[in-house]
C-alpha cells in the first residue's frame, strides 16, 4: 500500500516514535559535541576573586595623579601580601587578584615608566587620577553559584564547555552520540577510485551520508554496499541488526520499481514505504527493525539523499540527543533569480549565497540544473536549500524565500 504525507506529518511521526537515548556522565574533557541531559549549574563565580582587567598598577583611587611607589609584584595566579596604602602602588597582570586597600587599575599605557622595567621601590607616574573601580574584574559578575551555565538540551559546542568548565563542572551528564550504520544499495555501485564499467557509477552516497551524520554529531558504526540481491541484503542487515546500532539508513531500492531490494526485502517485515509530497525525495521508508532500532530508507539519487536526510534523519539523530531545536534555523532572503517549482509538492532547491551585500543576501539556484535530484556534482555548489511551500506555483526574481543554512 502507497500512502502520501506531507513533509512535516512525516517528520513529525518520526519524531513521535524517536526517543532520547539514556543519558551517561561524562568527564567535561570528553563531552564536546555532545546534548547536556540537564542544566549544568555553576558551583563557582566567575570571576572567583576581584582581579585586574588590564595590565597596569594596582593604586588607591583617593590619592589621585599623584606620583606612586611600587611596593610588589603581582603576577596572575599569585596571592598579594601587601595591603596598598598611601602613595603605594603594585604592578599588576590581567587577572591576578586584586591587593587588599586597592580600589582601581592604571593601565601601564596611562604611566610613564617602561611597564617591562619596572620592580618595587620604583616610583610611577600617571597621566591622570584614577577612577573608583576602574579596570576591576567584579567578584561574581559574570556568573554566581547556583547559575545555569548549559541549559539541558544545548549542545557542548567549545563555548559551552569552555563555560562549564569556567564554573566548576568536572563531569557532565549528556546524551551519547547515535550509533549509525550507513548502507548504499545498487548493482551499480562501485566503490570511489575503482574502474567504472558500463552501466556503472561510483558510490557517493554513503560519503555523503558518512559526512551528514558525522555532522549532525552522531558517529558511523558501518558504512557498508550491498548489491541488489534480496538474499545478501537479509544477511547484511541481520548482521548489522545483531551490532545493535542506534539507526540504519539505506539509500536506493525504496520506490516503486521492478528491483526496488531494500523495499522488497523490509516492507514484509513491517517497515512502511510511501511517498512524501517534496521534490526531490518523493519516496520514503521509515520503520523498525531487529527489535526496535530504527530504519530510514532514502531514495537512490544524491540530491535526494541529502534532502532527505535533512528533513528526516537529521531532526530524528538530533531528537535522540536530547537536542531541544531539531531543525536548522531558517532566514527569509530574496532571490536573484527566479525558477519553477513542481505542483502540489515541497521543493527544497539548492541555492548558492551572494554576501556582496551585508544587509540584503540573495539567493539563486546552485545550477542551472535546478533541484534534479541526479545532480550530485551541484552538491558542491549548494549552501543551503530554499524550501518553497507547496502551494507556490512559481518563484520569481525578487521573491522572499525560507532559507535553510547548511554550510
Not at 591587593?99 to 617591562?116: K, L, S
Not at 549542545?155 to 563542572?169: C, H, N
Request: aromatic share 4%; hydrophobic share 45%; proline share 9%.
Amino acid at each position: 500500500m502507497s500512502f502520501t504525507r506531507t513533509v512535516a506529518e512525516h517528520r513529525d511521526a518520526i519524531l513521535a516514535a524517536t526517543p532520547p537515548l539514556t543519558p551517561r556522565r561524562l568527564p567535561i574533557e570528553e563531552a564536546l559535541g555532545r546534548t547536556s541531559a540537564e542544566d549544568v549549574v555553576a558551583t563557582l563565580e566567575i570571576p572567583a576573586f576581584e582581579n585586574s582587567a588590564m595590565d597596569g598598577y594596582a593604586v588607591r583611587s583617593a590619592d589621585g595623579a599623584a606620583p606612586r611607589t611600587v611596593v610588589a609584584d603581582i603576577p596572575a595566579g599569585a596571592v598579594p601580601s601587601v595591603e596598598i596604602g598611601l602613595g603605594e602602588a603594585a604592578r599588576i597582570m590581567t587577572g591576578a587578584p586584586l591587593p587588599v586597600g586597592a580600589d582601581a587599575i592604571v593601565p601601564h599605557e596611562q604611566t610613564h615608566e617602561p611597564f617591562r622595567e619596572v620592580a618595587p621601590g620604583a616610583v610611577v607616574r600617571m597621566d591622570a587620577a584614577p577612577a573608583a573601580g576602574a579596570h576591576i574584574r567584579r567578584r561574581g559578575d559574570d556568573v554566581s553559584v547556583g547559575d545555569v551555565v548549559v541549559a539541558a538540551g544545548q549542545r557542548l559546542g567549545p563555548l559551552q564547555r569552555s563555560a562549564a568548565a569556567a564554573a566548576g563542572a568536572a563531569s557532565v551528564l549528556v546524551r551519547p552520540a547515535p550509533r549509525v550504520v550507513v548502507i548504499a544499495s545498487g548493482d551499480e555501485l562501485v566503490a570511489p577510485g575503482e574502474p567504472v564499467g558500463p552501466g556503472q557509477i561510483p558510490e557517493s552516497n554513503g560519503l555523503l551520508l558518512d559526512g551528514l551524520v558525522r555532522g549532525a554529531d552522531a558517529e558511523i558504526a558501518g558504512l557498508l554496499r550491498v548489491g541488489d540481491d534480496p538474499a545478501a541484503l537479509r544477511r547484511l542487515l541481520a548482521d548489522v541488526e545483531a551490532d545493535g546500532p542506534d539507526a540504519i539508513v539505506l539509500t536506493g531500492g525504496a520506490s516503486v520499481g521492478a528491483y526496488e531490494v531494500v523495499r522488497d526485502v523490509l516492507e514484509p517485515t513491517g517497515v512502511q514505504f510511501l511517498t512524501v509530497a517534496m521534490q526531490p525525495g518523493k519516496p520514503q521508508g521509515y520503520g523498525t527493525v531487529g527489535g526496535g532500532i530504527p530504519v530510514f530508507c532514502l531514495p537512490g539519487n544524491p540530491v535526494s539523499v541529502a534532502v532527505s536526510f535533512e528533513a528526516f534523519v537529521r531532526p530524528a539523530l538530533l531528537q535522540m540527543q536530547g537536542r531541544r531545536e531539531v531543525l536548522r534555523p531558517v532566514m527569509r532572503l530574496r532571490t536573484a533569480a527566479g525558477w519553477r517549482t513542481p505542483p502540489g509538492r515541497e521543493q527544497f532547491m539548492p541555492v548558492a549565497l551572494d554576501r556582496s551585500d551585508s544587509s540584503a543576501w540573495t539567493v539563486r539556484p546552485a545550477t542551472a540544473g535546478g533541484s534534479g535530484s541526479h545532480r550530485a556534482g551541484a552538491l558542491a555548489l549548494a549552501e543551503a536549500w530554499a524550501v518553497i511551500p507547496a502551494s507556490v506555483e512559481q518563484v520569481a526574481e525578487g521573491d522572499a524565500v525560507d532559507v535553510m543554512l547548511v554550510q
